[in-house]
Nanobody
Framework: QVQLVESGGGLAQPGGSLRLSCAASGFISDYYTVGWFRQAPGKEREAVSCLNSVDDTTFYADSVKGRSAISRDSAENTIFLQINDLKPEDSGAYFC?????????????????????????WGQGTQVTVSS
């Protein structure tokens, strides 16, 4: 059973940077997709960024494109999300989500779509507040 534990959230100032971590365990397949999603109060959950274990296919939401980077440490099974030039609208609960598959073809496709309803395992979330 896949388990995900997020960390790294907190209070940050506008223009600052934040690095979120997602420690993953329990993968039984080499092929999986991991994504970061966020939800602000009163708003729907939205995709921030996704990657996969097969190739370099990634997804970035327009709202963070150019100022964020998703990466993974395969040895540590940890996925990172770096967001720079933080804005108040980056505030929200950030969730790490994963989906593993036996198909080598599926993971890159899912990463490119980065749709929350395609992920079946979720972490508990970490809160990010961007405020001066």
């Amino acid at each position: 059973q896949v388990q995900l534990v997020e960390s790294g959230g907190g209070l940050a100032q506008p223009g600052g940077s934040l690095r979120l971590s997602c420690a993953a365990s329990g993968f039984i397949s080499d092929y999986y997709t991991v994504g970061w999603f966020r939800q602000a109060p009163g708003k729907e959950r939205e995709a921030v960024s996704c990657l996969n274990s097969v190739d370099d296919t990634t997804f970035y939401a327009d709202s963070v494109k150019g100022r964020s980077a998703i990466s993974r440490d395969s040895a540590e099974n940890t996925i990172f999300l770096q967001i720079n030039d933080l804005k108040p609208e980056d505030s929200g609960a950030y969730f790490c989500a994963a989906f593993q598959t036996l198909s080598r073809l599926t993971a890159p496709i899912q990463a490119g779509r980065c749709k929350s309803d395609e992920y079946d395992t979720w972490g508990q979330g970490t809160q990010v507040t961007v405020s001066s």
